[in-house]
């Protein structure tokens, strides 16, 4: 087969979130990177994902450049509800952290913005890249090497950036005995649906029903997103939008149903829970950022937060060994990382435990939950931590 072969500075594998906005990170600061994909753009666009954004992965995006459109279309949520035991109580997130507020914009559209200013930008992405592999890490002079179109390339680079989500090829390279891995996973999935229609309250709502967890969530004032806690042996296509609405009001307190407008829903899909963290995050001139390195349950709304903090600490090491010739900043980055992401995994993990129903939950466990529930309601400081949770914890 055919060989070419060029040189970048940093080579990114996986154009999601993590490797759009360090590649625009890096573009902006003048430092050439190339980023490689195995899908295409539209393949990448057509994924559903969460889009509740904190202060600082805002702020990152601002950074980068790519915040316009979300500043105009994104919507700004002062609080979250919580229902349970048929009433719903609110979380003033903004008076509870002086006065922080989470963005709703989703993720579909901010890979979008990233794209698009990349594409501008004139850096090079290749997408539908066959057999992406990084090689050498462990040694002074990395590449990675892909096919395409019947042609084998590679591209020498001075670091990898392994951005390449949970299933990527990146974190599967490193030989077992230098990763540890940290999992659970829960006993039931989500399924969820987009519909055009207004959300059934300006702001989320959480709640937790003795038949299992709902969340009404939104894209914009006319798009909805709903989710329902179902057996992980549930299958899409037994789930009709009316089996749906009807579960969905069944979980809801009663003075929710009012506003709810159901209708039919344009996409509909089943995703499983899983709490996952790989230590450590580099390995020699490889660094794992995002879902290559760790997954959190989506109750928390934290895995495209924890993503961007990842590539705030890595872009900023990137940066200060190009252009202030120091190595302080990727030798820490591994540790700075997983101190916060093991924060979001908690309270991600806490999140998805207090809401949930268990299949194996015993009536004690209930009582526990709803004790705890009462108490996140009525405790200021209790409703203080979650609210600074839920905004995001410091950088
Ligand atoms: N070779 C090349 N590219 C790959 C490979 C591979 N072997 N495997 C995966 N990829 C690509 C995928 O096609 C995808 O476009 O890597 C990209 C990874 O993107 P994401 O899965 O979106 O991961 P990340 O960018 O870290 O985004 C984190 O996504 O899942 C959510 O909760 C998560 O919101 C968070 C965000
Ligand atoms: C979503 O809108 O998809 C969403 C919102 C909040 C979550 C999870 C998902 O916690």
Request: include cysteine.
């Amino acid at each position: 087969m055919q060989l070419t072969t060029t040189r970048t500075k940093v080579a990114i594998i996986g154009s999601g979130p993590s490797g759009l906005l360090l590649g625009q990170l890096l573009t902006n600061a003048g430092i050439d990177n190339i980023i490689v994909d195995r899908v295409d753009r539209k393949y990448i666009l057509e994924r559903i994902r969460a889009g509740v954004l904190e202060e600082g992965a805002v702020a990152l995006l601002d950074e980068a450049g790519a915040g316009k459109r979300m500043h105009k279309e994104g919507l700004l949520h002062d609080g979250i509800a919580l229902a349970f035991s048929g009433h719903t109580h609110r979380i003033d997130l903004h008076a509870l952290t002086n006065g922080k507020r989470v963005m709703v914009y989703g993720q579909t559209e901010l890979t979008r913005d990233l794209m698009d200013l990349r594409e501008a930008s004139g850096a090079t992405t290749i997408y539908n890249a066959e057999n992406v592999l990084p090689n050498d890490f462990s040694e002074e002079k990395p590449y990675v090497t892909y096919d395409k179109d019947g042609i084998s390339h590679r591209i020498d680079c001075d670091f990898i950036a392994g951005c390449d989500g949970y299933h990527g090829v990146c974190r599967s390279s490193v030989p077992s005995h230098a990763i540890t891995s940290y999992e659970r996973v829960y006993p039931f999935g989500w399924l969820g649906i987009l519909v055009e229609k207004p959300p059934v309250s300006h702001e989320l709502i959480y709640a937790r029903h003795q038949r299992g967890f709902a969340l009404c969530s939104m894209r914009s004032n006319t798009r909805s997103r709903y989710y329902i806690q179902v057996p992980l042996d549930d299958k899409v296509e037994d789930w009709s939008d009316e089996a749906f609405w009807r579960e969905l009001k069944n979980r809801l307190p009663e003075q929710a149903h009012e506003n709810l407008q159901t209708g039919a829903s344009f996409e509909k899909s089943i995703a499983p829970l899983r709490s996952f963290v790989a230590e450590p995050m580099r390995f020699g001139k490889l660094f794992l950022a995002g879902d290559a390195a760790h997954i959190v349950p989506p109750t928390g709304a934290k895995g495209l937060n924890l993503a961007a903090s990842d590539i705030r600490y890595l872009f900023d090491a990137m940066r200060d060994f190009y252009l202030d010739k120091s190595d302080a900043g990727l030798d820490a980055y591994s540790s700075r990382a997983l101190l916060r992401i093991w924060k979001a995994e908690r309270f991600s993990w806490w999140m998805t435990s207090l809401m949930h129903v268990f299949p194996d939950s015993s009536p004690f466990d209930q009582k526990m939950c709803q004790a705890e529930l009462e108490y996140l309601v009525s405790s200021e400081a209790a409703s203080t931590s979650l609210a600074e949770n839920y905004v995001g914890l410091p950088y």
